[in-house]
């Protein structure tokens, strides 16, 4: 098989226990097991993650930027979802 | 060295020494059953808490005083619903399933903050509970962004972020209430009063009457003790409630510098504990509620069910 047939695959790495897996990047590779050792061998050569997630790229379903403006405009006119709308008197110093 | 070769004994210090380095676990570690039951309890207690609290205010929406009002008190149930989903999730990495939480729910095999017990009677419950409901669960939820189980310390970290304005716009709502005219001074004095000791009541009996609190403090589920996170509480609502020109619904509240903290009165053990078990104003009218909601919104999921069924015929048909 040439390497244009293999799939590709997203690759999330967590840099430490307790954070988020971030993404880091692509590769590909035959199925999931294969790519999660050369995601291990591309991108962790520095210790970057204790833990690494890999999923087929056709897999994720991703909103378009042409729908964004439906997608989140919306929240822009709700100033009112953030604390700072609301002033605190003076004698108050925090809540 | 694989997980099969260790003994119990051997996971459970490899378990709590992960722990004792504030290290955090992370859903597909060994856990000991203990661990994982009493998150199970408490986070999916935290879930259902999010959900039943939309109700008292969820009360208030169609009767809000202007639509400013009106859209700011619908985007903090909106929030709760959000925060529900969330913790949801985020105990769903535990092994349990959400149609099992909501059943417990709706048996009672599992509890909510009792708070949402209390009728919400006047417009001013509204600033109260902002203020101080969520304030009280502020309190807690910023320590719990510290807990040992990591979804569960990342949906902290969200929701404190997000939940930020709620008791700011509760206190907003008192301040309004409180500068306004003679009634509605009255009406705020007494929402604080009918609020105030509940709140207290919600950081849980007292640290030598709490059943699960060693262990939870032991494994860093919990970070802090109720007693402490609770005079916390005391403590920063004191100055809030004289800034509102209102009167302390704790006669015995005082200052100690000694302690550097406020000493205050005794809680009503007995009406806390009567509203845990289900002699509250309004326990069957929430659960009925909820029960009531999940049945009429039956014929949504058996909808999304049959589409989805339609769509996987039509993929195999072309």
Redesign the interface.
């Known amino acids: 098989m040439t390497i244009e047939k293999l799939e590709l695959f997203e690759v999330f790495i967590?840099s430490k226990?307790?954070l988020?897996h971030k993404h880091v990047g692509s590769l590909h590779a035959e199925d999931h097991e294969q790519a999660l050792e050369y995601a291990r061998d591309v991108y962790t050569r520095r210790s970057e993650g204790v833990?690494i997630w890999v999923i087929r790229s056709e897999d994720i379903c991703a909103s378009q930027e042409d729908d964004s403006e439906s997608f989140f405009d919306p929240s822009d006119d709700?100033p009112?979802?953030?604390?700072t709308?609301?002033p605190?008197?003076k004698?108050?110093d925090n809540? | 060295m694989a997980n099969s070769d260790l003994t119990e004994a051997e996971l459970e210090a490899a378990f709590q020494e992960k722990i004792d380095s504030e290290q955090k676990i992370e859903p597909k570690d060994w856990m000991p059953e203990g661990y994982r039951k009493n998150l199970i309890r408490q986070m999916s207690q935290h879930a259902h808490s999010e959900v039943i609290g939309m109700q008292p205010e969820g009360n208030w929406i169609t009767r809000a005083p202007s639509l400013r009002r009106k859209a700011v008190l619908l985007a903090k149930v909106q929030d709760e619903a959000g925060h529900g989903l969330y913790l949801y999730s985020a105990t769903e990495t535990l092994g349990i399933s959400r149609a099992e939480m909501i059943e417990a729910l709706q048996t009672g095999a599992a509890k909510y903050a009792s708070i949402f017990n209390y009728p919400t009677q006047t417009w001013g419950d509204m600033g109260a509970i902002g203020w101080l409901v969520d304030g009280a669960a502020i309190c807690n939820q910023v320590s719990l962004q510290r807990t040992s189980y990591g979804p569960y310390a990342r949906g902290m970290i969200r929701i404190c972020k997000e939940e930020s304005f709620h008791q700011r716009q509760g206190y907003q709502i008192m301040i309004e209430l409180a500068l306004g005219t003679p009634e509605q001074k009255q009406m705020a004095q007494d929402s604080l009063n009918r609020f105030y000791w509940p709140s207290l009541m919600m950081f849980g009996p007292h640290d030598s009457d709490s059943a699960h609190s060693a262990k939870s403090m032991k494994w860093k589920i919990k970070r802090e003790t109720n007693d402490d996170l609770r005079q916390k509480f005391i403590d920063q609502t004191a100055p809030q409630i004289k800034f509102l020109g209102l009167e302390h619904p704790d006669k015995d509240l005082k200052w100690n510098a000694e302690r550097g903290h406020h000493d205050s009165g005794e809680i009503n053990w007995d009406e806390f504990y009567s509203v845990i078990n289900g002699n509250g104003h309004c326990n069957r009218q929430r659960i009925q509620h909820h029960v009531k909601a999940h049945e009429e919104g039956a014929w949504v999921r058996a909808a999304m069910l049959a589409y989805k069924e339609k769509k996987k015929k039509q993929y195999q048909v072309d």
């Open positions: 967590r226990r307790g988020d833990s709700k009112y979802r953030h604390a709308y609301y605190l008197p004698e108050i809540m």
